[in-house]
């Protein structure tokens, strides 16, 4: 059973090696065979330990491949955790990123370099894979900066287009922001407890530290702070929107299904130690409610298509933050699984219409698709209505178990945040679907002629994440009982943070979420296909994410880069270079004055004898 | 102030001014002649201390060769002396001037420490200082030193000989 | 007997010959010097012998002859030769072994 762990773990990595060396040899049909099988068997690695585990009765379990760091105070093997939190995150990672290789193989197939693209995807569900199985904190910090490496790999994929490759750059530099706080975080983990296995930890901070002790609080808002870059949570969003530039797959992938939810996983993994601090709690709470609404308010007025979604997933990470800061964790697992499903459905569906009108994201030049794409518009539809939370559809059940649990923790304020993005939510996305697809078509009649609907390569994997958007919600709901998913994560604890009530149509805020769902997507409805020509131009702050990008280039990057002008025009020229030159100019002057002893001279040899003598004499004698 | 005190004083300004002479003198030949002059004092000197072999020998290798030797190559130069005066000196003379002053400062401090020391109570055996006396003590308790000498004294005639070879 | 005085002598000698070797530029008068300071160590050497009562300070000093006149000698030939390659007697002129 190790066997497994393992397998799965290494074989996308086996995948991104063979597709490196081989790069010139294979052609492309093999390559994305290769790269699709990886991640296929990776799958059925992962699904048959979770067979055994749950018939077998196992417990959580780690695995040790070698002692990576046997230093006494870091204890950093290379563990692997096996356990429902980590199995369940792997399934998603390598069932989703399955199918989003089957649809890449269509998506990229114009391109020329198309082994790089699949070498760098197979690297990337590795790094994520790494992350997840981590049982030890210095591990899952090499998967979390792998991760950022693949991340900006594949945004940059067109790297000569000056603009992905400036996007790229900002991903990663926002990202590594968030890894100082994390490396931070992991150094004082390894002063407080002088390891980094995650599970010896959890059990001893419990019993070494008192609930809220300030340490603990630092520590876990350091990695908080890391969370926060890599989830693209307030401030540190502003990556995400530009990481559209990158292939839309890649965004499905990364950005929506699997690297922005590591964020998630590391708050959720830790979970013990952040029950401690409370504070901590609550600032993660706040930060999610904050960014969901900001993220929301963004969206809405968005002009291009894969920004919409991206502005959605900063919101719907906030809420799964939210979820978390009141201790609700298991909201936020089943929340990241159909978010999963459902954002990668939305994504991938987009791609469609983006691929086959070669390029385009800009709604202002879509409308009307709808007859174009006459499978492709049901998916997103589908799509759409399921983020927005409309029964009985997956995301539904999620977000409804946030929100009740925020209602019944007694947090009424967080509670309509979460209520009031929900509305958002359901606004913004029926508003781009709107846009997209119905209504009159703004292209010229010749460039819609040639618009077909997509491959059947990319439409298969789409329709079966259609079918898990609308069917996940069983995972994590059940009428009367215990849900599937609840009791799986219920063994590692992570629960929720009140007993959800029994039937869920019978509280009110059940059908206040519905009812704000509805009136969310009828609005846009409304305003997008009777008024769409009069009220199409969206406010210019929101476009421009209340200009936030605008105030950290001129708040942190102009004065960085006027420092770093001055260091290396002015600074380093004449401080170190000059006191190199100092050291030179002292060794050549004092040789050149001892020089001049030696002169050849025979008297002054002679009077240096006699000052030696003198010396003998005086010391002779006192 | 007995005869031997007096003989001593005298000799002891004799050779001071000789000495001064040596290191004063405009041309070198008058620095060989006061050279002389020390030499032979400095042999008086010798007898007064009962030390006559060694008196004779200083007259005899001193007086006799090595001034000789001095005064061929002063000879052989003597058109060049002049010419020294002529030209600028190569070493500092402050360096030269404070070494000087150095030493002359500690010679003075240490002869301050050697003030009375006195002699030994006149128990001189028999045939201190004469031939006999220092040949036995030369060919019996010092040979090895003394035949290392004469090694040595071959090894610089020899190369001195050949240092003073013209090339051909 | 006082030796007091002739250990003055010996030093002043030896003084003079230093100082000699410092201020006088000719070669030859440059060598007079230190034949100068070799007599004056060999009258410490004959005074103190006296006071001991031992020939080991003669001893010394006939040793001291010997190797003062070999020396002497090769000096000599050194001095001959650099004036036939340099045509001066000057010793501040002999500086080719500088660094």
Known sequence: MEYAVWLGLFLPLAGFLILTVSSHYIGRRLTGWIACFTILMAFICFASLLLIYTHADMTPQSFTLYNWIPVDKIQAGFTVRLDPLSLVMTLIITGVGFLIHVYSNGYMEHEEDFVRYFAFLNFFVFCMLLLVLAGNLLLLFVGWEGVGLASYLLIGYWYHRPAAAQAATKAFVVNRIGDLGFLLGLLLTFHLFGTGDIAEISDRAGKEFAMGAPVLGLLTLLLFIGAVGKSAQLPLYTWLPDAMEGPTPVSALIHAATMVTAGVYLVVRMHPVFMLTPSTLHLVGAVGGVTSLFAALCAVGQTDLKRVLAYSTVSQLGLMF????????????????????????????????????????????????????????????????????????????????????????????????????????????????????????????????????????????????????????????????????????????????????????????????????????????????????????????????????????????????????????????????????????????????????????????????????????????? | MTIANATQWILAIVLIFSSLGIVLARKPVHACLSFLLTLLSLAVLYLQLSAPFIAVMQVLVYAGAIL????????????????????????????????????????????????????????????????????????????????????????????????????? | MDLSLIIFVSMAMFAIGIIGVLVRRNALIFFL?????????????????????NQIGLVWVFFVLVVAAAEAAVGLAIIINLFRSKQVVDVDQYNLLRG
Not at chain 1, 325 to 345: E, N, S
Not at chain 1, 370 to 382: E, Q, R
Not at chain 1, 543 to 559: A, C, D, Q
Not at chain 2, 83 to 108: E, M, R, Y
């Open chain 3, 33 to 53: 010097s230190i034949e100068l300071m070799l007599n004056a160590g060999n009258l410490l050497f004959v005074a103190f012998s006296r006071q001991w009562g």
């Open chain 1, 322 to 622: 939210l979820a978390c800061g009141i201790g609700a964790f298991y909201a936020a697992m089943f929340h990241l699984t159909t978010h999963a499903f459902v954002k990668a459905l939305l994504f991938l569906s987009a791609g469609n219409v983006v691929h086959m009108m070669h390029g385009t994201t800009d709604m202002g030049k879509m409308g009307g698709l709808s007859k174009v794409f006459p499978k492709t518009h049901w998916l997103f539809l589908t799509g759409v209505l399921a983020m927005s939370g409309i029964p009985p559809l997956a995301a539904f059940f999620s977000k409804d178990l946030i929100l009740e649990q925020e209602y019944l923790a007694g947090f009424e304020v967080l509670f309509f945040i979460a209520l009031a993005a929900s509305l958002l939510t359901g606004f913004y996305l029926t508003r781009a679907y709107c846009l997209a697809f119905t209504g009159k078509s703004r292209l010229e009649d010749h460039v819609l002629k040639a618009v077909k609907e997509a491959p059947p390569v990319m439409l298969i994997p789409v329709s079966i994440l259609a079918f898990l958007s609308i069917a996940g919600g069983l995972l994590g709901f059940a009428f009367g009982k215990t849900p599937i998913l609840e009791g799986f994560l219920a063994e590692v604890g992570v629960t929720l943070a009140e007993k959800e009530p029994s039937n869920i149509f019978l509280s009110p805020e059940t059908w206040l979420s519905i009812l704000i769902a509805v009136i969310g997507v009828g609005t846009a409805a409304l305003i997008y296909t009777q008024w769409a020509d009069r009220l199409r131009q969206p406010f210019a702050f929101l476009t421009r994410s209340f200009y936030v990008n605008e105030l950290y280039w001129k708040g942190i990057v102009v004065p960085l880069k006027a420092l770093s002008r001055f260091i290396a025009n002015f600074f380093e020229p004449k401080v170190f270079d000059g006191s190199i030159q100092a050291v030179t100019y002292t060794a050549q002057g004092v040789s050149r004055r001892l020089q001049e002893v030696q002169s050849g001279q025979i008297r002054s040899y002679v009077a240096w004898m006699v000052v030696g003598t003198v010396i003998l004499i005086v010391y002779l004698v006192i």
């Open chain 2, 68 to 168: 000789v030797i001095f005064m061929f190559v002063i000879v052989l130069f003597q058109d060049a002396h002049a010419q020294i005066d002529k030209v600028q000196a190569n070493s500092a003379p402050l360096f030269l001037t404070f070494a000087a002053g150095a030493f002359l400062a500690s010679l003075g401090f240490l002869g301050s420490r050697l003030i009375g020391i006195e002699a030994s109570k006149d128990k001189l055996f028999e045939g201190y200082g004469s031939v006999e006396a220092l040949g036995k003590a030369l060919y019996v308790d010092f040979f090895f030193p003394f035949e290392a000498v004469v090694l040595l004294f071959l090894i610089a005639v020899i190369g001195a000989l050949y240092i003073g070879k013209k090339e051909i």
